[in-house]
């Protein structure tokens, strides 16, 4: 794979004086917690933009920057349409139309809504998928950042100076991370989860600008990189008209319905993990002003993320090359000593290989496959010169910590609150629920090292648990459009929907297959009925076939029951609230104003690179 | 809260900006930055990110100034102001 990372004291300085900080953060901020909700909703006292940062922040976890950059090396411009279609529509709508009922129900997370607005059956099935979810992402993203620690020898140099065993390489990485993330939430709770975002967010921004901006000076601007990729590269739109004519595999229709509205709407409006940061805010405006703050930066971050990846491809495959330079009156002559991985790969993306065997792996016309997830980080090991090297690598780090600790707040504050005060013990004293919040702190980051360690033990088990979790995720949109806006929606229609949903996305799995894979975790497991072009169109329409069955049945089973009265609903449906008088009163200040300015920038943006 | 966070970040990039780009004039034009196309960017992007870390900071305890000047305002009416 690759070469030794030689990273210099330069580099080690960078890196620790990030985590002196990270845990800094958290020692100062100790001492404000003195409440439950001081620990579990910041007080709802943070300021608008920090809250806006962090909901971004929270969700740009180890498949944002890694997963973002490799889609960008395979298919282009075109995985833009995950932020240009999917992420910006969905913000707005959230921050416009859904927070008012969530910051204003007085409910202290998503799960307890769902019991204020229908009851308690599906506020528990919510709470307890939701928590376990929590666990197992964040012990993917602490899994995966062992393993790129591992892969990319960041650690070797240090193990191999200090006498240790390379093998406890991948412990030392869990631990590492474990400790410091556990640190700063167990110290400041979410308030500290929340400012340690907006810090990551900064430095991924500080470790991966420089990259992309070398990378294009490398290939020559942008004009280079027009000239060195296939056109297909460039352009969002085209062949959208049918799934056979696009990299994506993906009919327009598909790309909007699935991606844009049920995946995208579903993930932005109904997570907590991302939700939590808008509730911290000190005002219902600000709330609704969260989302559309975090929409700025995450509007212009495929040129962050993505670009990266098109780089990647773009870049010259490095060959062995020595070089000769005058430095201060003497030739130095520098060797740069290429892998094999590296040799067989396309530009700077890596082959891959076997982790078994240390071969590369031919894929069925004989040719080397490509390793897609190492196109960031081998961009980072080929351009940075220690000193920024340490800066970038720390980004990395930092994005992976960021998505560890949404996640660990959030389950902190579902099981303490929607499990334990609500089904193991009520009415305890406030003291005690603090407690609990730290020590599920605790359970919960020990929790996600277990599941990372099953992670590096059984191959399939993240993509099995990433399967699980679509089937649950994917219906629920429906039942939060459907509570929020139809006040005819029953308790039992909410519920009845949720398990319909699951229960077809799993059908729908089982019964349908993406062209050349094999029946199993890829779908097809009851009997192959349909097949599609690539396993992105199987999980949109699994994801569209969800949210349909989930939407009808709850309307049916609704229409059949009881509906609550109608004034145990204000404050949680559209049509019986009324509406908050804008407290802002010069007209571009609010909220409805800034929403229109992004919608059209996003417009804009996909005009360009249509 | 009574924590400014562009204090600590000001802090932060300001000392990771002065390491980068002192190392980075130390080392400006070695063959360190062959591989970044002979840029000297340790040093260009030290400087930026200086900057960056030196206006967070500043911007920081100007707002910790405003705040302890001005006691926090009643709220106006009719805004709703949850959880206080």
Same mark, same amino acid.
């Not at chain 1, 901020?29 to 922040?57: E, H, N, V």
């Not at chain 1, 929606?489 to 019964?511: D, E, P, Q, R, S």
């Not at chain 2, 130390?26 to 870390?53: E, K, M, P, Q």
């Given at each position: 794979m690759f070469g030794h990372t030689q990273l210099t004291?330069?580099?080690?300085?960078?890196?620790?004086?990030?985590?002196?900080?990270?845990?800094?953060?958290?020692?100062?901020?100790?001492?404000?917690?003195?409440?439950? @909700?001081?620990?579990?909703?910041?007080?709802?006292?943070?300021?608008?933009?920090?809250?806006?940062?962090?909901?971004?922040?929270?969700?740009?976890?180890?498949? +944002?920057?890694?997963?973002?950059?490799?889609?960008?090396?395979?298919?282009?411009?075109? #995985?833009?349409?995950?932020?240009?279609? $999917?992420?910006?529509p969905a913000m707005i709508f959230v921050g416009i139309f859904m927070m008012p009922f969530y910051y204003g129900s007085k409910a202290r997370s998503v799960p307890e809504f769902l019991r204020l607005r229908f009851d308690e059956k599906t506020r528990a099935l919510n709470a307890c998928s939701f928590a376990v979810m929590t666990v197992f992402s964040s012990g993917i993203s602490m899994y995966a950042m062992a393993r790129l620690i591992q892969t990319l020898h960041i650690f070797d140099g240090l193990f191999v100076t200090l006498g240790l065993p390379l093998g406890w390489i991948f412990h030392f990485s869990m631990l590492l991370s474990? &400790?410091? &993330?556990?640190?700063?939430?167990?110290? $400041?709770?979410?308030?500290?989860?929340?400012?340690?975002?907006?810090?990551?967010?900064?430095?991924?921004?500080?470790g991966f600008l420089p990259l992309v901006l070398i990378g294009l000076h490398n290939v020559g601007g942008v004009s280079g990189l027009r000239a060195a990729l296939p056109t297909a590269y460039m352009h969002s739109w085209r062949g959208m008209e049918h799934a056979s004519t696009n990299p994506l595999g993906v009919d327009a229709f598909g790309l909007a319905m699935g991606l844009g509205f049920v995946l995208s709407f579903g993930y932005w409006c109904t997570d907590f993990l991302v939700i939590q940061t808008a509730m911290a805010t000190d005002t219902q405006e600000n709330a609704r002003r969260v989302p559309l703050i975090a929409a700025i930066p995450k509007m212009f971050f495929p040129f962050l993320v993505i670009?990266?990846?098109?780089?990647?491809?773009?870049?010259? #495959?490095?060959?062995?090359? #020595? /070089? +000769?330079?005058m430095v201060n009156g003497t030739i130095v002559r520098e060797t740069r000593v290429v892998s094999k991985a590296e040799a067989e790969g396309h530009g %700077?993306?890596?082959?891959? /290989?076997?982790p078994l065997t240390? @071969?590369?792996?031919?894929?069925?016309?004989? @040719?080397? +496959?490509?390793?897609?997830?190492?196109?960031?980080?081998?961009?980072?090991?080929?351009?940075?010169?220690?000193?920024?090297?340490?800066?970038?690598?720390?980004? %990395?780090?930092?994005?992976?910590?960021?998505?560890?600790?949404?996640?660990?707040?959030?389950?902190? /504050?579902?099981?303490?609150?929607?499990?334990?005060?609500?089904?193991?013990?009520?009415g305890a004293s406030d003291q005690h629920y603090l407690k609990m919040g730290r020590w599920a702190t605790v359970g919960g980051i020990l929790l996600s090292m277990a599941t990372a360690y099953a992670a590096s033990g059984f191959n399939n088990i993240m993509d099995t648990l990433q399967l699980v979790f679509s089937f649950v995720n994917a219906p629920l949109f429906a039942t939060f459009l459907l509570g929020m806006f139809w006040k005819r #929606?029953?308790?039992? $229609?909410?519920?009845?929907? %949720?398990?319909?949903?699951?229960?077809?996305?799993?059908?729908?799995?089982?019964?349908?297959?993406?062209? +050349?894979?094999?029946? $199993?975790?890829?779908?097809?497991?009851?009997?192959v009925l349909h097949t599609y072009p690539s396993d992105m169109a199987q999980n949109f329409w699994t994801a569209i076939w969800a949210f349909s069955a989930n939407f009808v049945v709850a309307i049916v089973v609704s229409l059949f029951g009881k509906p609550k009265p109608e004034s145990e609903l204000v404050g949680l449906v559209h049509s019986l609230t009324p509406r908050a008088k804008a407290t802002e009163h010069i007209w571009w200040k609010r909220p409805e104003a800034l929403a229109v300015v992004l919608l059209v920038t996003v417009v804009v943006l996909n005009l360009i690179f249509r | 809260m009574n924590l400014d966070l562009?204090?600590?970040?000001?802090?932060?990039?300001?000392?990771?900006? *002065?390491?980068?780009?002192?190392?980075?004039?130390?080392?400006?034009?070695?063959?360190?930055?062959?591989? *970044?196309?002979?840029?000297?960017?340790?040093?260009?992007?030290?400087?930026?990110?200086?900057?960056?870390?030196?206006?967070?900071?500043?911007?920081?305890?100007?707002?910790?100034?405003?705040?302890?000047?001005?006691?926090?305002?009643?709220?106006?009416p009719g805004e709703h102001r949850r959880g206080h």
């Open positions: 004291a330069i580099d080690w300085m960078i890196m620790l004086l990030y985590f002196v900080f990270v845990l800094g953060i958290g020692f100062a901020l100790k001492r404000y917690m003195k409440t439950s @909700k001081d620990f579990f909703q910041a007080g709802r006292a943070l300021p608008a933009w920090i809250c806006g940062l962090a909901f971004m922040s929270a969700n740009l976890g180890a498949q +944002e920057v890694i997963g973002m950059g490799a889609s960008g090396a395979k298919y282009g411009i075109a #995985t833009s349409h995950f932020y240009w279609i $999917g992420a910006i474990a &400790v410091i &993330v556990l640190g700063y939430i167990f110290l $400041g709770g979410l308030t500290s989860a929340i400012y340690n975002e907006v810090l990551q967010f900064a430095l991924i921004i500080a670009l990266p990846g098109l780089l990647a491809i773009a870049a010259t #495959t490095p060959r062995n090359v #020595t /070089t +000769e330079t %700077l993306v890596p082959a891959k /290989t076997d240390g @071969k590369i792996v031919l894929d069925a016309s004989g @040719k080397p +496959e490509l390793d897609y997830d190492l196109a960031i980080p081998s961009m980072l090991l080929h351009y940075f010169p220690s000193g920024l090297l340490g800066l970038g690598l720390t980004a %990395l780090l930092a994005s992976f910590m960021s998505g560890m600790a949404g996640n660990v707040t959030a389950f902190n /504050t579902v099981w303490t609150y929607d499990l334990y005060q609500s089904y193991i013990r009520k #929606t029953t308790g039992n $229609g909410a519920f009845t929907g %949720l398990i319909a949903g699951t229960t077809a996305a799993m059908v729908h799995h089982g019964l349908t297959l993406p062209i +050349e894979a094999h029946p $199993g975790i890829h779908g097809g497991w009851i009997a | 562009r204090i600590p970040m000001g802090l932060m990039f300001m000392l990771v900006g *002065a390491i980068l780009s002192v190392y980075g004039w130390a080392t400006r034009g070695s063959v360190l930055y062959l591989r *970044a196309d002979n840029l000297d960017v340790n040093l260009y992007w030290g400087l930026a990110l200086l900057i960056f870390g030196a206006g967070t900071f500043l911007l920081g305890r100007r707002g910790e100034r405003k705040a302890r000047l001005e006691p926090q305002k009643a709220p106006t």
